[in-house]
């Protein structure tokens, strides 16, 4: 199972820093289904950010008209701020 963690590490923090993008409706289609489409890969990431039932419910939707609350975006907002500082020394979020 670590061995997993690893081999997504990069992946999952450049999907999380575009998960309220794609939570918004705001991004493309081609990013809103490489984003949905490691979201259900990769449960890891929705659990670190305790957003696993949220996420889960919004995709269950369809990406209809609705969007995230408020608050859901406000939490992940926070969260992806702690993980650019503790990513910061590397570079691929820019
Ligand atoms: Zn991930």
């Not at 670590?2 to 794609?22: A, G, K, N, Q, R």
């Not at 490489?34 to 670190?48: F, M, N, P, S, V």
């Not at 419910?57 to 993980?83: I, M, N, S, T």
Request: charged letters at 35%.
């Amino acid at each position: 199972m670590s061995t997993d963690d690893t081999e997504h590490d990069s992946d999952c923090s450049i999907v999380l820093s575009e998960v309220y993008l794609y939570l918004d409706l705001e991004c493309s289609e081609e990013r809103r289904s490489l984003i949905q489409k490691h979201l259900d890969e990769c449960t890891g990431c929705l659990r670190e950010f305790g957003i696993e039932h949220e996420v889960k419910a919004l995709v269950g939707r369809c990406c209809g008209d609705e969007r995230a609350p408020a608050e859901l975006r406000d939490r992940l907002r926070l969260k992806l701020g702690q993980l650019e500082s503790q990513t910061e020394s590397r570079e691929f979020l820019l």
